[in-house]
């Protein structure tokens, strides 16, 4: 029996691109950090990216 680990989709969309003033990429929002280590992480620290990302675009905006 194979057991699948609880993996939570990546908000990737296939737009790689770094913004290089906040050091995100404006297609996922993601530093490149957690990109690398998507995989690696717990469901937990996956959740707590995910949970980031709507003040990260905010910030790419230049929203306050």
Request: proline share 6%; glycine share 4%; aromatic share 2%.
């Amino acid at each position: 029996m194979t057991r699948q680990r609880d993996q939570m989709e990546s908000p990737c969309v296939k737009i790689c691109v770094i913004d290089p003033a906040h050091g995100l990429c404006t297609g996922c929002l993601r530093s490149l950090d957690e990109i690398a280590a998507w995989s690696r992480l717990s469901a937990d620290e996956r959740r707590a990216i995910m949970a980031a990302l709507p003040a990260r675009a905010a910030r790419l905006d230049g929203s306050p």
